[in-house]
């Protein structure tokens, strides 16, 4: 048998990379956490230095590091590897069908106890299958290691030293690195993994062409009005840098971003996307962190602020039966649906494509025959499939959400991945702004690996018909139900509708009773808490650190946080008739452009407050301006200040130990 570990090493180096693996050697499951980081401080300080003197014919290293006590202390051997022989036969053993559901985990310690089991008796018929499960004897591993001379990686183990064993890409022994004891120098007696350290020079060259003609103009004036002229220079493109190694900030799009010199000058190149980051943004994917989180942690507060979500994949209508197979609590609900009374309420359920932006794709359904309309409705037409256009077979289809004259196209087949949630009725309605539907955006910045700012001010995005409920406002009006800006402008300015938009420090701090408003849970009086909105402002505070926690945590294959990047997201959020907050998405490159103009409109369509810097552009200003302040002053030896004096808010600070 060989290790799984070194057989992922050894691909590596079939490949000429330099690879190590590395293996912790316990006894117990009973973990300690203290013991384990030392196991790992040890690990960091012996792979810094083996890379640092590798030898031209060590191919990769295998590294055993006990966990027990004063690992730190204890010798660290070059050694061999052992020659182990297993004497007792097979490593798995047969068992009989009813005993192949032992649980895992008390498989693993009987074998780890040297517990020996006898065999099941008498031999099945060969017509029937056999079962084995692993068995292998550990105590034989025993006896190869005392029958061994000293100076092989079990000795080392079972003397609690670290063993470092260097390979050929064929298992033979690097014969350049003689047995004996690997002493670390002094300066290697502490892990040597510092934070990314500033250029040396306080001036850097700016490549700024976010392709945004909203968002542009803001950064630009962003750094003007944070950094000395002198401390920069703009430049057009990335071969206009004097040398690869000059401090470098790019602000771009996330396609036009040069993401090798990122990841090849981490001291000195800074850039405003991270390259992997789904675990947020798809909302397929999201749904999974969430899910894992919530798995993990029960009492995660995520549960409070994400509503169940179900997800699943379907390229064409016909197939929806079988999509739906475990979607168990959408066919409950249906089923309640079909046998309530009248004067019960309808459940209603949100349909959100995966991968769509900008409320595209998002309709509301509370019955089978209902979902499986919308559906069809995406399906391509006969007529246009039978054509012998060229086009034919990349038509572009209606959206559910837009007028048939659109040319603003839906495909089942395209979108794939989708989610159902059930919908938040009611929302929270406020009766000085007409009652109409609103949602809560929140603009992010997530710094490094990791730190995570709310900034301060929210904005309120206004659906443009008053709310009433999903059975009242059949068939489906996205005017009443979607509070996607975008989708209800009708004009070529890229601004949302007058009205739509108000900041939420302008919103009524109360709700004075109001007959229009539509039914409220028992528990819920007719007058909002004075205190609602610091309310809500706490739970989205609390709820955008737990996420991002979440997805460092248990989604590292899909958002990986780079310690010289940085960047801004926009987090949907749904208040309830209670005001308890509800994420509905997480949006990189969010579309500022949807935050409004420079005046602040009221949410009645009134002209507001006015002056630069008091609408939704002018949150938008102050964010960038934080951003560039906090955070790009600093990487490049500037001041960077007070984060609460610049209106943002830190609500989470991790080390995922990335350098």
Not at 113 to 135: D, F, I, L, T
Request: with cysteine; proline share 8%; hydrophobic share 35%.
């Amino acid at each position: 048998m060989s290790s799984g570990t070194i057989g992922g090493a050894m691909e590596a180096a079939l490949f000429r990379k330099k690879a190590i693996a590395l293996s912790f050697a316990f006894n117990s499951r009973e973990h300690d956490p203290k013991l384990i980081a030392g196991a790992c401080r040890q690990s960091a300080k012996i792979i810094e230095h083996l890379c640092e003197k590798w030898p031209q014919d060590v191919d990769l290293y295998s590294i055993n590091v006990p966990v027990v006590d004063g690992v730190e202390e204890r010798k660290i051997w070059y050694t061999n590897v052992l020659q182990n022989y297993w004497s007792s036969g097979s490593s798995f053993r047969e068992v009989d069908a009813n005993e192949d559901d032992t649980n895992p985990d008390d498989r693993e310690l009987e074998i780890r106890q040297g517990a020996e089991v006898s065999s099941s008796g008498a031999p099945e018929p060969k017509a029937k299958p056999r079962h084995y499960v692993w068995a292998p004897k550990f105590s034989d591993l025993a006896l190869s290691i005392e029958g061994s001379p000293a100076g092989n990686d079990g000795w080392a183990i079972k003397n609690d030293y670290s063993s470092v064993t260097p390979l050929k890409a064929n298992f033979m022994h690097a014969p350049s690195i003689q047995l004996g004891e690997l002493k670390l120098s002094s300066a290697k007696q502490g892990p040597s993994l510092m934070p990314v350290s500033k250029p040396s020079t306080s001036r850097f060259y700016a490549l700024i062409d976010y392709k945004d003609t909203y968002v542009q103009p803001l950064i630009l004036e962003a750094l003007r009005s944070t950094l000395p002229s002198t401390s920069y220079t703009l430049i057009p493109s990335i071969s206009s840098l004097p040398s690869p190694t000059s401090p470098f900030l790019q602000i771009t799009s996330y396609e036009n971003i040069e993401f090798s010199h990122l990841l090849g000058h981490p001291s000195t190149s800074f850039a405003n996307a991270y390259i992997i980051r789904k675990a947020l943004i798809r909302k397929h994917y999201l749904a999974h962190t969430v899910s894992a989180w919530c798995s993990k942690y029960p009492t995660s507060l995520l549960k409070d602020h994400v509503k169940q979500t179900l997800d699943f994949e379907l390229d064409y209508a016909e197939f929806l039966d079988e999509a739906l197979l475990e979607a168990y609590e959408l066919h409950d609900s249906f089923a309640r649906n079909a046998e309530r009374s009248p004067e019960d309420p309808e459940e209603w359920w949100i349909l959100k494509p995966g991968m769509s932006d900008s409320g595209q794709g998002i309709r509301i359904f509370s019955s089978e025959a209902q979902l499986r309309a919308i559906f069809e409705e995406w399906e391509p037409d006969p007529s246009d499939l039978d054509s012998d256009s060229e086009s034919a077979g990349a038509q572009e289809f209606q959206s559910p959400t837009a007028p048939r004259s659109s040319t603003d196209g839906i495909i089942t087949s395209q979108l794939r991945h989708f989610i159902v949630q059930p919908y938040i009725h009611p929302p929270l309605l406020l009766p000085s702004c007409q009652n109409r539907k609103f949602h809560l955006r929140s603009y992010v910045l997530a710094l490094g690996a990791l730190r995570v700012y709310v900034y301060k001010e929210l904005l309120a995005l206004f659906a443009p018909l008053p709310y009433t409920s999903p059975s009242a406002s059949s068939p489906f009006d996205p005017q009443i139900h979607l509070t996607n800006t975008c989708l209800h402008n009708n004009t070529s300015s890229p601004l949302p509708p007058a009205g739509t938009v108000s900041l939420f420090s302008a919103l009524p701090s109360s709700r004075p009773p109001s007959p229009s408003q539509p039914p409220q849970p028992p528990t819920t009086t007719t007058r909002i808490d004075p205190d609602w909105k610091p309310h809500a402002w706490t739970q989205i505070a609390a709820a955008t650190a737990e996420l991002f926690l979440a997805a460092a945590r248990t989604q590292s294959t899909h958002f990986q946080p780079l310690p010289n990047a940085f960047e801004v997201f926009g987090l949907d959020w749904l208040l309830d008739a209670h005001g308890h907050a509800w994420l509905l998405e997480v949006n990189a490159f969010p579309d500022f452009a949807q935050s409004g103009g420079e005046e602040g409109d009221n949410e009645d369509g009134t002209e507001g407050r006015k002056g630069k810097g008091k609408g939704g552009k002018g949150v938008v200003r102050g964010f960038w301006n934080a951003v560039v302040r906090l955070l790009v002053a600093g990487f490049f030896g500037g001041e960077g200040g007070d984060e609460e004096q610049w209106g943002m808010t830190k609500v989470l600070d991790v080390d995922l130990g990335k350098r």
